[in-house]
């Protein structure tokens, strides 16, 4: 075989794996990622069991600035959602319902998530030059485009074709998927377009691009003539309305199909819950106070009554004065004691009714988030004694995953926990004062570059379950206008020991870490 004849062979194979890897089940447990200028989203993947419950735990780890951190409460910050994953295949039955066509929307667009990710990866791989020279080229970075276009056709021909004998709100609906895969295809062309421009700006061979980029143009101009032919919102550049209007029709789009694997979350916190109880307890120990003193005047006589009553003003005053403080004490004592055994927040997710009209219970956990500041030996000289304040967002998850028959023959395999946190209270306390920074041009003179400080807030997020641990690690890079970059880390997985049944006193060890995670500052 000559050298021309493999150069063709390896792309095709390339083309195959890559419309396999795209349609094939995901992997990852744990995804971290910046979500919008304040808020920084962790997404965690439980199994779903097919015979048995399964206990999981997530963990979750996050240092912000000590300077500018409040004492905002950390659950007022922390937004939570929980939906299933979507089936890996796209239903291919004409007769299907709403739901069905949905749920394939969704798959489809993670497809065309992943095929975005590969392209991207290797148009990296090929600015680097580290790839082999025979799979260069255009056909080498053209795969992960032909791979989702391809897709996409499928999609559209099982989803959207009408069917002899359907419904009104049927129709209706492969019509809203037939816009959706269109948003979200062009929003994937788009981001290859950028990638490759932004990589063949910093290869060596910048030409071995041009073909990448005349395949997405083209089809660009191809999907762009459909939604006129379809008859679907256009944004003009000239024209700020319409792209609002586009803009929000995309996101309404997203939100009613990403809609239908979300579970119905009942949540309630512990203190919430106690605080008719803590009111009461802070109110009786309060009449305690009063009463006992009373008692005791009244069985003293009447020769000194006169000083009795002097005394029983002067301390219900301190009482009166001092109830707040014995209330809130009272308060947090007992929430403490009630957190050492239960937790901060409980939750319940069931399926939604439209779904199983039983709504059985899916996920059932307990959650504890809490802010602290500590101290810490000083990076610079740790010998020296020298020591700084950190502030750490901790967030504890500990629930079980119950099996479901149903969910699991239609191809449901994992439960998406969606965790966003808003760092927008945060930002405004941050120092946006601008310095000069001396920089060494080429002919050896110094200038100065006015620049502003940015911090790094390290996090991790931690998942055990099933006996193995995996986490992923990262730096967030914020200043006073948000978040900037976030530079990842190590993604590492190792085995937990099986646990053996614990004694006593390990469980009141247990008991007191809780307790301690739970106690806010």
């Not at 499928?154 to 004998?165: F, G, N, V, Y």
């Not at 029709?249 to 009942?266: G, I, M, T, Y």
């Not at 916190?269 to 309060?286: F, I, K, P, S, Y």
């Not at 009272?330 to 957190?339: A, C, D, E, Q």
Request: with cysteine.
């Amino acid at each position: 075989m000559d050298a021309s004849a493999a150069t063709v062979k390896a792309p095709l194979g390339a083309a195959e794996s890559a419309l396999l890897e795209i349609g094939a089940a995901e992997e990852t447990a744990i995804r971290l990622r910046i979500h919008d200028a304040s808020r920084i989203e962790w997404i965690v993947a439980v199994p779903l069991p097919r015979d048995r419950a399964l206990a999981y735990e997530i963990d979750v780890e996050l240092e912000v600035p000590a300077s500018a951190a409040g004492r905002d409460a950390p659950w007022d910050q922390l937004q939570t959602f929980t939906r299933l994953d979507g089936p890996a295949e796209i239903a291919s039955s004409a007769d299907v319902t709403i739901d069905a066509l949905r749920r394939g929307a969704v798959t489809l667009t993670r497809m065309l998530s992943r095929a975005r990710e590969g392209f991207a990866r290797h148009c990296q791989s090929a600015a680097a030059g580290a790839v082999q020279p025979e799979l260069a080229g255009e056909p080498f970075l053209t795969i992960w485009l032909d791979a989702a276009l391809r897709a996409v056709r499928d999609a559209r021909e099982k989803l959207t074709r009408p069917a002899s004998q359907g419904s009104p709100l049927l129709a209706k609906e492969r019509g809203l998927v037939d816009e959706y895969v269109s948003v979200r295809l062009v929003d994937m062309l788009a981001d290859a377009d950028r990638g490759s421009r932004e990589c063949a700006a910093r290869a060596a061979a910048p030409s071995g691009f041009e073909g990448p980029a005349a395949r997405i143009e083209q089809a660009l101009r191809e999907e762009m003539a459909y939604r006129r032919s379809r008859g679907f919102l256009e944004a003009e550049a000239a024209s700020p309305e319409t792209l609002e209007r586009y803009i929000a029709r995309a996101a309404s789009l997203k939100k009613h199909f990403e809609e239908v694997l979300f579970l119905d979350r009942e949540s309630e916190l512990l203190d919430e819950r106690v605080q008719l109880w803590t009111r009461v307890v802070g109110a009786l120990v309060g009449g305690i106070v009063v009463t006992l003193p009373l008692q005791f005047i009244l069985s003293m006589g009447a020769k000194n009554l006169g000083l009795g009553l002097l005394a029983f003003a002067l301390l219900t005053g301190i009482a009166y004065a001092a109830r707040e403080h014995i209330k809130e004490r009272g308060r947090s004592w007992l929430t403490g004691k009630m957190v050492r055994f239960q937790s901060q927040r409980v939750l319940r997710c069931r399926v939604p009714a439209r779904r199983l009209p039983r709504r059985d219970l899916l996920v059932e956990a307990r959650e504890w988030c809490r802010q602290t500041t500590r101290t810490r030996p000083d990076p610079l000289n740790p010998e020296a004694g020298a020591s700084l304040r950190a502030t750490q967002v901790q967030y504890l998850h500990r629930g079980t995953v119950r099996p479901q028959a149903d969910l699991w023959n239609a191809g449901v395999r994992r439960v998406l926990h969606i965790f966003r946190y808003d760092l927008s209270p945060l930002l405004p306390r941050l120092d946006d004062q601008v310095k000069p920074v001396p920089v060494a041009e080429a002919d050896g003179k110094v200038a100065f570059v006015f620049a502003a400080r940015r911090y790094h807030a390290p996090i991790l997020v931690g998942l055990a379950v099933d006996g193995e641990r995996q986490k992923q690690v990262g730096t967030l890079v914020l200043d006073r206008a948000g978040l900037r970059r976030l530079d990842r880390g190590s993604s590492e997985t190792e085995a937990t020991a099986t646990e053996t049944p614990r004694q006593p006193a390990q469980e009141d060890a247990v008991a007191d870490r809780d307790l301690q995670l739970s106690r806010r500052r």
